[in-house]
């Protein structure tokens, strides 16, 4: 039986995949936590194979987690579930240390085969995904602008976008305040941007284009 650790700051989504796997023969949820931090201290005490977390995580982000599993506990697997665009977060939440990248919007048959692909050692990406980054095809430009960013810039300009400050980085991504500035900087040139409003700004347009 597959040890399912469920982590989301909406009630909702939690109470779904809960009462989804309830009835499954192989899947079997053994947590659901709210938050990043109850991550870490969740599998502390209790055995996980692998983790369904949203992204943007209140305490700790899903890519900061990343970070520390892949370091602390390279044995448990886990897979973004995200209701933001695969094409822009995927590659680098593959490169942080995921085995799979889920959008919230597919179906419940889809998720398990995710977690029964990432269990078994493989990588989960969406079909259309996987054939144009096969067929080396830009994504689009906002993928490829993403792609183009190192896993730790990433982090960095995702925090931004939902209103982190220097300092609050610099705490949670474990690095220091001049460091944060640093990538700072690097973003804003490659945004070709002058000031922290247009950083976002043209972040959030990226995205959402």
């Known amino acids: 039986m597959i040890k399912l650790l469920i982590a989301d700051n909406h009630p909702i989504i939690r109470k779904g995949l809960d009462l989804l ?15 990043g931090e109850s991550i870490l201290e969740f599998i502390k005490k209790n055995p996980v194979d692998i983790i369904l977390t949203e992204a943007d995580l209140p305490k700790l982000n899903g890519l900061t987690v990343l970070r520390y599993l892949k370091n602390d506990y390279p044995n448990i697997k886990t897979i973004i ?3 933001q665009p695969e094409e822009v977060y995927a590659i680098n939440a593959i490169k942080a240390g995921a085995s799979g990248y889920v ?5 419940i048959i889809t998720i398990n085969e995710a977690i ?6 493989g990588i989960y990406l969406s079909d259309a995904l996987t054939k144009q980054l096969a067929l080396g095809k830009k994504v689009n430009t906002t993928g490829t602008f993403y792609k183009k960013l190192s896993t730790r810039e990433a982090e960095v300009l995702k925090l ?23 990538y700072k900087a690097r973003l804003m040139r490659k945004l070709k941007v002058t000031n922290l409003v247009d950083l976002v700004n043209q972040a959030k347009l990226n995205t959402e284009s």
């Open 116 to 121: 029964l692909r990432v269990h078994e050692g």
């Open 81 to 83: 579930f995200s209701g």
């Open 103 to 107: 959008s919230k919007s597919v179906n």
């Open 21 to 35: 796997f309830s009835a499954s023969s192989n899947i079997e949820i053994v947590g659901s936590v709210d938050n």
């Open 160 to 182: 931004l976008t939902i209103g982190r400050k220097n300092k609050e980085i610099s705490k949670e991504l474990d690095i220091n305040e001049k460091t944060v500035s640093t």
